[in-house]
């Protein structure tokens, strides 16, 4: 019988969940304990770093959060831990919305900087505010009980650690699967191409960063009603530093890394103390030394850490099965996802008048004026540096206009953000394939649906938008199906040949419901009969009523395709007209088409 992987990570998590009840002795269980304690960190950190691309030193600040919390509540007020837990979390989700809406603006080397900036202050603060007991912590925090029965028994509390870990698990594989998890796979691929699907990137980023802060605030919660007592020293940056390295040894980029990571850093560690003072003896910390060339050639080995290792290694032993193709049939309520009107043929729907873009003294656009009308194939052509691209950015929002006005379906959209304007009805591909290459054809082509469905990640991660995810991921492939990447729906995009990841790229353009839809070479990299595919396929988009915007270096292609041509050339419009026309205009010739000759 084969064992799927998804099955072989959750029957070695019921293992360890298991491992109190073996007669195993009480020191392996406090180990078990810390790995637990550390794995709920890590997985945020997964989510955060790995996940979301935010690289954060500072998540022990708020595990320390969460434990001094219910601790100053359970000594002082003699408060529930309970009552502690749910204030803790508070807390912590609004430290994190404070810090994350000033830190997840940062790029660069600037945000870890902020995050080794605020993970020392609250350090600090915990070691020199009176009330908690400055440097020496509290002491003399309650045990949990639950209906009245003691959980203080360390095997007993393994099993809470466990259960905790386990329920932060299920509840962060249903939020990456689903409409909210796919925007949070996208932020790690930068701004432009979330935003330009309709993602809000910044509030994304600051959801995945109170997520990573409330489960180091629930790990803080558990510790300090473990250890009975609090103290800063376990709160530092050295920690910080820490649980970054397990989710990177783990597989920074996977949730069952988090896991893993901890399993193999704590365990490593703990044998290292064993064992290192018994052969060099214990007149030095040569257990730090070892650990560290240790972690370093783990790293060399497996530079994406140990998970992947293993799941390739699994999926050789033991294949999966092919996916199954997504339903050809559309699930109830398909019919009510909304769809737009497209406007009537020959109506005037994209207004350029004087667009002009400056970089400091480089004009890249210069007082650009044409027209699209609905049902219309135009293209914009021009030698590479022309600002063929930077006009298409002005169009979708990527860029503002320096002066001038852009206007679609008579709305001025030249100062609009790209959100807004895909949402107006503007769809566009790139002129550099815009990807999450781990994710499948599917997931890819689905975050172009993204505006068109309403899940909150609270539903999302207690699975109650599954009717919701069967529409969005059957209307995604109903769009593979049509351009012809159907057998390829489960195959990871990043696998693709570049000119197929193009037409990917049309597909997810073509999920965001477009009026007007925008091709930045579509046609590189592709075959012959690929292109008379990709053009039939342009040509129903028209007779649908939509219209099609096209940047192309392929003259056949383009000549055979649209119905008229802008040129471009040094960022000014030199010619507009027929096919017809443009292959017999001397300026056009001249710059472009290799001269009268």
Known sequence: MKISTKKLQWLM???????????????????????????????????????????????????????????????????????????????????????GSVTVRLSGHFLPLATIAWGLSLFYLFGTLEFL????????????????????????????????????????????NSRPGRAIRALAKGKTMPEAMGINTAQYKILIFVLAALMASLSGWLYAHLQRSVSATPFGLHMGIEYLFMAVVGGVGHVWGAILGAVMMTGLKSQLQDLLPLLLGSTGNFEIVVFGVLIVLLLLWAPDGLWPRIAAVWARINPPEPEVVAPAIAPDGYGDMSRRAKPAGGSLILEISEARKQFGGLVAVKDMTFEIHAGEIVGLIGPNGAGKSTMFNLVTGVLPASSGEIRFLGERIDQLGARRIVKMGIGRSFQHVHLVPQLSVLENVAMGAHLRGRSSPLSAALRMDRHEEAQLLFLAAEQIRRVGLGDYMHTPAGSLALGQQRILEIARALCTDPVLLLLDEPAAGLRLKEKEALADLIRQLKDEGMSVLLVEHDMDFVMGLTDRLVVMEFGSKIAEGLPTEIQNNEAVLAAYLGGIE
């Open 13 to 99: 998590f019921g293992w360890f969940f298991l491992f109190p009840f073996l007669p195993v002795p009480g020191y392996w269980i406090t180990i078990g304990n810390y790995i637990g304690l550390y794995s709920i960190v890590t997985l945020g950190l997964v989510l955060l770093t790995g996940i979301g691309g935010l690289t954060s030193f500072g998540q022990a600040a708020f595990v320390g959060l969460g434990a001094y919390t219910t601790g100053y509540l359970s000594i002082s007020l003699g408060l529930s831990p309970w009552l502690g837990l749910l204030a803790g979390l508070v807390v912590s989700a609004l430290a994190a919305g404070l810090i």
């Open 133 to 176: 007991g400055k440097y020496d912590g509290l002491s003399g925090i309650p045990p949990l009980s639950l209906f009245g029965i003691d959980l203080s028994a360390p095997r007993v509390m393994y099993g809470m650690i466990w259960l905790c870990l386990g329920g932060c698990l299920w509840l962060v594989l249903n939020l990456l």
